[in-house]
C-alpha cells in the first residue's frame, strides 16, 4: 500500500468534502505529533484551498500530566483563549494518534467528566458553529488495539475511507425520510428488547462531514421513552477503560439497571456522573460497508454495516434531542447474526440486512423502502 498516496488522498476528503474549506476561512488542524504526516498534509491542501491553516498540535503526556497533578480550579479553569478561538475559527480538522490508547486509564473517572463540565461552552461553541471532523492516523497503538500490525491496520483503515460518499449521501437522504416519519424503534436480539420514541426528531446523515471515516444515520431518542433492556454484545471504552459484557435496563427513558462483565464499577460511576448521564441521547444506524471487525475504536465501529448503536448523556441538538450532560457515551450492538431492528413494527434490519439491500429487480417487503448498509 503507498500510505503517502492514501495521506494525501485523506487530506483532500478532510479539506474538501468534509469540512469544505473556503477562501479566506481560518481552518484549524488539531493533532499530536504522531500525526504530524497527515497534518501536514492537511495543511498544505488548507493553503491549496484558498484559506488560512491554524495549526493547533498538542502532546499526549501532557494531557496526562494535567489529570495527575491539576487540582480542583485548575480541572474547573476554561481557559479564555479556547473560547476567544472557538469563535473565530471557521472549521476544525481534528486528527486523533493515539500513541497508548490507555494513557489515562488510572484517572478517576470523575475528575474527567468534571473537565469536561469545565470545557462544555467550548464544545457548545464548535458545535453550534464551527464545521468539524475527527478522523485518525493510523498508529502502532491503534494496530495493536485491533491485534493487526501497523500495515495491516492501515489497509483496514483506509479500506474505511474509500466509500463513494456522494452514492452515500443519496442513500442516506432517502434513509432520513423514513425515519423521520416513523415514530416508535424496537431493538430485539440477544438479552434484549428496548423500544423508544423518536417521533417529532430529526435524522443526521452522516456521509463524511463530521467523521472519517464515516456512514451512519443518528437520531435523538425522546428523553422519557425508553422502555426494556438491551445487552452490547462488543466492549465500550471510554477514558482508556474498557467495559464489556454492558447490560443496561430502562424504564421511562432512564437507566435503572446496569450491570457489566468488566469494569461494571465504572458504568455505574458514568452513569451517575449527572442527571442526563443515564438517558439515551443518540441512537445510530452503521452504514460503512467498509467496516466489517470491530477494532475497538468507536470512531470505526460504529459506523459498522449491520450494527446499531445507542450512547447514553448528551443529544446532538442538531437532531432535536434535548438531552444535557457532560458524557456522551456510544454503545454498539451487533445485529448481524441475532437481532432486529423495527420501525413502527416494520423490519429495517435483519440479521445485518438492511431492507435497501435486496437486489434490484426483487419485491420488497410492504411498506419498506431503499436503503444500504
Known amino acids: 500500500m503507498d500510505t503517502g498516496k492514501q495521506v494525501a488522498r485523506l487530506a483532500r476528503i478532510l479539506v474538501r468534502h468534509s469540512v469544505k474549506a473556503k477562501r479566506g476561512e481560518i481552518v484549524r488542524i488539531s493533532c499530536g505529533d504522531p500525526a504530524r504526516p497527515l497534518a501536514l498534509a492537511v495543511y498544505r491542501e488548507v493553503l491549496r484551498a484558498g484559506a488560512h491553516p491554524l495549526l493547533s498540535a498538542g502532546f499526549e503526556e501532557a494531557q496526562r500530566i494535567f489529570f495527575e497533578e491539576a487540582s480542583a480550579a485548575q480541572v474547573a479553569h476554561l481557559p479564555p483563549t479556547r473560547v476567544y478561538e472557538a469563535k473565530r475559527i471557521d472549521a476544525d480538522i481534528v486528527i486523533l494518534a493515539p500513541g497508548n490508547t490507555r494513557h489515562l486509564s488510572h484517572i478517576p473517572p470523575r475528575k474527567m467528566a468534571e473537565r469536561r463540565k469545565a470545557l462544555k461552552p467550548v464544545s457548545e461553541i464548535l458545535l453550534r458553529r464551527v464545521r468539524w471532523v475527527v478522523t485518525n492516523f493510523p498508529t502502532e497503538a491503534l494496530a495493536q488495539e485491533t491485534d493487526r500490525s501497523l500495515p495491516e491496520y492501515e489497509k483496514l483503515y483506509y479500506r474505511a475511507v474509500d466509500q463513494d460518499w456522494a452514492a452515500m449521501a443519496r442513500m442516506f437522504r432517502r434513509a432520513k425520510r423514513i425515519l423521520e416519519k416513523g415514530e416508535r424503534v424496537r431493538i430485539t436480539g440477544r438479552e434484549t428488547d428496548l423500544s423508544f420514541s423518536i417521533r417529532g426528531r430529526k435524522a443526521i446523515p452522516c456521509a463524511g462531514e463530521f467523521n472519517m471515516p464515516d456512514g451512519e444515520i443518528f437520531t435523538g431518542p425522546v428523553e ?101 450532560s457532560a458524557v456522551h457515551w456510544d454503545m454498539i450492538k451487533d445485529l448481524r447474526k441475532d437481532g432486529e431492528l423495527y420501525l413502527d413494527g416494520r423490519p429495517v434490519l435483519r440479521t445485518g440486512k438492511l431492507f435497501g439491500q435486496v437486489p434490484r429487480g426483487m419485491r420488497r417487503p410492504p411498506g419498506v423502502s431503499s436503503r444500504t448498509g
Open 224 to 324: 422519557s421513552s425508553a422502555e426494556g433492556r438491551i445487552f452490547f454484545e462488543f466492549p465500550s471504552i471510554v477514558g482508556g477503560r474498557e467495559v464489556s459484557g454492558i447490560r443496561l435496563a430502562f424504564r421511562k427513558g432512564k437507566v435503572v439497571e446496569a450491570a457489566a462483565e468488566k469494569n461494571q464499577s465504572y458504568l455505574r460511576e458514568m452513569l451517575a456522573a449527572d442527571p442526563g448521564a443515564c438517558r439515551l441521547g443518540e441512537f445510530g444506524i452503521g452504514a460503512n460497508a467498509g467496516v466489517t471487525e470491530f477494532t475497538r475504536d468507536i470512531l470505526l465501529d460504529e459506523k459498522m454495516g449491520g450494527t446499531i448503536h445507542l450512547a447514553v448523556g448528551r443529544s446532538y441538538p442538531e437532531s432535536g434531542g434535548k438531552n444535557v
